[in-house]
């Protein structure tokens, strides 16, 4: 009897042993196991959904102001004065370049017209050669130094988003009047300037890299 009751107590033993061995996980913890149909596999997430996040617009301009500031795409070097009437209505033909009269017999004229800016009037300069455009500026007076270097480094945001990231000219160490910044396009260069001894912004299209 006493036999029978020991083999009693070792089966209820093993009984209890295997139970707690089915609900552990191989790692020796209590844990149930995880659903592995509810893991996320790598190959199956759709990149194609994940967008980058958005660039943060560093400029602020009016659409009429951000038409003047894109003259550059509009006009192509060599183009004749004719064809700058059609584009600006209020060009106001030409003239001897700087008013000499030597340049004018080399043929060198000028041609201006004004346009709206930031505002307030913006002066714009056409060069040409033997009636073909070389140069081009757009000038707009900003008195308040703080405003010309904001308004300067917008206006520079604004070509870095569209030619790439800007380079700037060599100049005199001493030189503290004005700061340059130039983009080389398939139409030319791309010139910004803030010139504080004239207190104005000035960009533009060139034929060739200022000096």
Same mark, same amino acid.
């Given at each position: 009897?006493?036999?029978?009751?020991?083999?009693l107590?070792?089966?209820?033993i093993?009984?209890?042993?295997?139970s %707690?061995?089915?609900?552990?996980?191989g790692?020796?913890?209590?844990?149930?196991?995880?659903?592995?149909?509810?893991?996320?596999k790598?190959?199956?997430?759709? @990149?194609?959904?994940?967008?980058?996040?958005?660039?943060?617009?560093?400029?602020?301009?009016?659409?009429?102001?951000?038409k003047?500031?894109?003259?550059?795409?509009?006009?192509?070097?060599?183009? %004749?004065?004719?064809?700058?009437e059609?584009?600006?209505p209020?060009?106001?033909?030409?003239?001897?370049?700087?008013?000499?009269a030597?340049?004018?017999?080399?043929?060198?004229?000028?041609?201006?017209?004004?346009?709206?800016?930031?505002?307030?009037k913006?002066?714009?300069?056409?060069h040409? @050669?033997?009636?073909?455009?070389? %140069?081009y500026?757009?000038?707009?007076?900003?008195?308040d130094?703080?405003?010309?270097? @904001?308004?300067?480094?917008?206006?520079?945001?604004f070509?870095?988003?569209?030619?790439?990231?800007?380079?700037?000219?060599?100049?005199?160490?001493?030189?503290?009047? %004005?700061?340059?910044?130039?983009?080389?396009?398939?139409?030319?260069?791309?010139?910004?300037?803030?010139?504080?001894?004239?207190?104005?912004?000035?960009?533009?299209?060139?034929?060739?890299?200022?000096?």
């Open positions: 009897m006493k036999w029978y009751s020991y083999f107590a070792l089966s209820s093993a009984v209890i042993s295997l %707690s061995c089915e609900n552990e996980t790692d020796g913890t209590n844990n149930p196991p995880i659903d592995s149909s509810l893991l996320v790598p190959d199956t997430i759709n @990149k194609d959904s994940i967008k980058p996040a958005a660039t943060m617009k560093q400029w602020n301009f009016s659409a009429a102001d951000e003047v500031i894109l003259m550059p795409e509009k006009l192509s070097m060599g183009a %004749s004065y004719k064809t700058i059609k584009i600006l209020d060009f106001k033909g030409v003239r001897a370049e700087n008013r000499s030597e340049l004018a017999d080399k043929g060198f004229v000028e041609g201006m017209s004004e346009t709206n800016l930031f505002g307030q913006a002066k714009c300069v056409f040409f @050669k033997n009636d073909s455009l070389y %140069s500026d757009v000038s707009v007076p900003i008195m130094m703080k405003e010309a270097e @904001k308004k300067y480094n917008e206006i520079k945001a070509y870095n988003s569209k030619y790439g990231e800007a380079q700037t000219p060599k100049v005199e160490e001493d030189n503290y009047t %004005s700061t340059t910044s130039f983009w080389k396009t398939p139409k030319g260069y791309v010139v910004l300037t803030n010139d504080l001894s004239n207190a104005e912004i000035q960009f533009g299209i060139h034929n060739t890299l200022p000096k």
